[in-house]
């Protein structure tokens, strides 16, 4: 209890810090005769403030002191009564059988009681209050919301807000009394002044018996009677139009009622809210936000703006109009109003970045605020809206305060400027030089790593600045303190460099880290070097590179001598140094990464070596593609009004990992072993909509199929139960039936469901196809609308879903990159087969390649999916026969002529034989 | 949006070392969508932590907005405390900015302009009602301080001696001092 020792120093507060035993025993005060205000009043005060530093107190605890203060109702004093409230509040949850004291409660409620805790007795009420009983307080709250003290209608609104959701029934009857609370039109008596207040509220506090409430010029109840409005008829979507437009105020919106700004704020939302279901009332509201953006309150001014901001299809005349009041705050001396604007144009800008442009001298403006969350806003938007011309300037005043600010904001600034050199090239000078100064200054791991991931990407996307950028990267690892950076940078100049005008600048800086730096890095320097002792054009060159490996041999490291000796090695003979260094595929790593997961966990496969062949290859341009990181000024700094941005689409080899681990929990399936093959994407058998919807994945097995299907069921006072799917082989296919996993209940909250449907397959080593005639079945019954629970009748229904096929191409073949006149050469001499197929139907070389790349499933090579002649071409593609079916390659070679179609001579070299009937199997078919 | 009412879901008070002076944080039940609003924030460990780190961003005077944490804070600085208002990060943020104002402004009516640590935990009374009246479970119950102010009841003395001391002395002193200075202010 440090804590709380160290507050006991500052002597005569400690008695606000004993801890609950303490206040438990003390409680005995509140048995005292004649009760001591002062002294009960203090001790209440405490347990209050006891629950707000974090204590908890048990229901027993909580019970007891519930029932302790409520001995003081007893006394008079309002000083008193008013602190008993509080206590009751906050106990309220924790303490059992509080609904004891609703009696006295009431009492205190009464309308002729002119005491100043009315408010609270009926704030405190809807607490304690069991649900059924809300009948019982009917009339007080009648008469209570409809009360000409405000703090006491509104009291009431609140109390009846918090009730609603467990007394709905009741609370909508006072529909008609919170209607007349909204239209108040009496004027509590203006108030002079706040400094009159001040001297006034200590005699009026003092004295119960002559109470008079200082009048609140703020009309809030106004906003809890729209609070209570919009919460009993918010299912019915005319009445709210209707309470819009009679609370709106007509066209200009100066007509309304409403003087309380929180009110307005709230219709706009229902406004706003109207309009995202219904567009066809866009016009009307928008005339009534247009009115809004000229009220006198700020707030009204905000949200009206954002309303219009967030707004789908806005007409770019309106939205100008919000634009420019939220121009107006960004000059405010405010920074709540700086802040709020800021924020609003920051996410505007991701869609509309020309209509926020009009703000960017505002915007510069607020670089240098001393709030730095407005600064992001301001450069994040910035950078999103600025044109060529701006960009230098802006770079200017970014580098003069790059010094002052934080980590986690350089990272942000950094990662805005990335994108900023993507989207205009010719700006790169200024700002490479910028990137590289920064890169000079201090700064942590994060921080480094975007500066050197965004010269990557200029080195990856913008020829001119390659040189320049690298040799900022070859001085920024002299001195660099990170390995995991060094080594990045180390593989990049290994890539980049021997390509270059000057490969021997590199080399210098490369041997430097042999010799200065640790393992790790000599070893990463030692890969780097072997690529340019193959790759450099000139012979001297690699003569010297096989020297400094030549050194490296004496390495500490056995890493770094192994790495130097096989290079060595593989420079020497040709053919090894185009596997090892020139090769330009790599595995796909998901695959690769998922297939070694599988291969740990089994214990029968770890008796053979762990098989290659079957991972797909991708090539460098490909991984690059996939790996391609999102701009992180698309992500940042989006106000939250929105949902999290939707995740990036999950590759291919994700959804395959998370269709193992579906497939894993169903038992039935677990002994079927490895998958071999699941579909890339679901296949939708519906129209999207349709009121049950429903997809299919395929997963091939060793000896088995299984079908996925998921179903989604979008009606939502229905339940769907023993969903099945019955499919229907169209002819003899190879394939028998297993079983048929339901699914037992399905709701809109529980969709999608997943029925499996698992077929054998007769022969393992044929590969089956065919089309499936598949029929979803279940009993569909209506949900009770006020239980939530399923009738007891319902009827069976079937829903005819559209065929499933099981094809060649992705179910059995998958795409693989390989270099293809090599291995054409080395497949000379296994499987092959040529036939000849006249394609009639074909209207151009073109169609003919996209359609036989879809059938067959492969990865076209050399960019041959593109033809260049419109008479002759040949199509190269290569790909895997999953279940150890091995390399499959297939030649195309197709004439054009008019009239007569494509001609098609296709050539199929595999590993093994049925691999190449397969292919062959799938284009006749 | 925020379609409810609910709109603040803590009010904090911090002193200098970023300690908590007060922390009420609101998990209403009544909240349409309770069981997805009430995670965040739940207990004890949680809270500390947000508030540990909400002080270190917002320490040094003149912000008096930040986005911290997927929450939106408003808050004051006065004297060695931090009066902080939290609400959802969709939430107007002139609609918190007026609910702080307004408790801030009722607080220094309610404690003569001396909002500072010592002060507020000696009339401790005073500013959990008066934050009582200005929000109900996350509900902003009302936004005029001087309606507030007059809305909190103060103890009534057992004896009804007034202390004439030097604090006393010193102390409607400072007020009139700062009565005349905002005075001549606006000349």
Known sequence: MAYASKKEEEGGLSSYYNNKTTIIQEARVFNESPISPRKCRALLTRIVYLLYIGESLSSQEATTLFFGTTKLFQHKDSALRQMVYLAIKELATTAEDVIMVTSSIMKDMQPNSEVIYRPNAIRALCRIIDPSMAQGVERFFKAAIVDRTPSISSAALVSSYHLYPHAKDVVKRWVNEAQEAVNAKSSPSFFGGSSGGYLNFGSSGASSSGYQ?????????????????????????????KMIQQLGGGKSGAGTTLKNPMALCMLIRYAAKIVDEDPNVQRQILDLLDGWLRHKSDMVNLEAARAMCEMKSVPSAQLSKAISVLQLFLSSPKPVLKFAAARTLASLALTHPSSVATCNVDLENLIADPNRSVATYAITTLLKTGNEASVDRLMKQITGFMSEISDEFKVIIVDAIRSLCLKFPTKHVSMLSFLAGVLRDEGGYDFKRAVVEAMFDMIKYIADCKEQALSHLCEFIEDCEFTKLSVRILHLLGMEGPGSPQPTKYIRFIYNRVVLENATVRAAAVSSLAKFGVNAIDVGLRRSIGVLLNR???????????????????????????????????????????????????PVAVSQPFDTTSIPKVSRAQLAAESVRQSTLDTIAIPVARADPTPPPPTAADTQSAYLQQLAEVPELTEYGPVLNSSAKPAQLTESETEYQVTCVKHIFKEHIVFQFNVTNTLPDTILEQVSVIMQPQADCGLTEDFIIPVPALTTSTSPGIVYVSFSRDNPEEYATGSFQSTLKFVSKELDPSTGEPEDEGYEDEYQLEDVELAVGGDYIIPSYASFSSEWDRLRTGASSTETFSLTAME???????????????????????PTSPSVHTLQLSGLVNGGGGKVLVRCRMTYTKGEGVTLELGVRAEQERACALVVSAVSG | MNLSLFTVSAFLILDSEGHRVLAKYYHPKSHPNASEANKHLNTLKDQRAFE???????????????????????????????????????????????????????????????????????????????????????????????????????????????????????????????????KIQQL
């Open chain 1, 552 to 602: 490296c041999l004496d390495d500490v490291d056995d890493e770094v001598r192994d790495r130097a000796a096989m290079y060595l090695k593989v420079m020497k003979e040709r053919p090894l140094a185009d596997v090892y260094i020139k090769e330009e595929s790599v595995f796909s790593l998901a695959a690769l990464e998922s297939k070694l997961v599988a291969y740990i966990s089994d």
């Open chain 1, 844 to 866: 151009s070389i073109e169609a003919a390649c996209d359609s036989i790349i879809e059938i067959l499933n492969m990865e076209p090579l050399g960019g041959t999916e593109t």
């Open chain 1, 213 to 241: 409430p200082i009048p609140s010029t703020s009309y809030i109840a106004q906003y809890h009677a729209l609070g209570l409005l919009y919460l009993i008829r918010k299912q019915d979507r005319m009445a709210v139009t």
């Open chain 2, 52 to 182: 540990k780190g909400l002080w270190a961003k917002t320490k040094k005077p003149g912000g008096d907005i930040i986005l911290y944490d997927s929450q939106l804070a408003v808050y004051r600085h006065s004297l060695d405390l931090i009066l902080y208002i939290v609400g959802s990060p969709a939430e107007n943020e002139i609609m918190l900015h007026g609910a702080l104002t307004a408790l801030c402004d009722a607080v220094h009516l309610l404690l003569r302009n001396q909002v500072e640590k010592r002060v507020v935990l000696e009339n401790l009374d005073l500013v959990l009602l008066c934050l009582d009246e200005t929000i109900d479970d996350g509900i902003i119950v009302e936004t005029d301080s001087t309606t507030i102010a007059s809305r909190v009841s103060r103890p009534k003395a057992d004896t009804t001696e007034i202390v004439i001391n030097e604090q006393t002395i010193m102390s409607a002193y400072q007020t009139v001092r700062d009565k005349v200075q905002q």
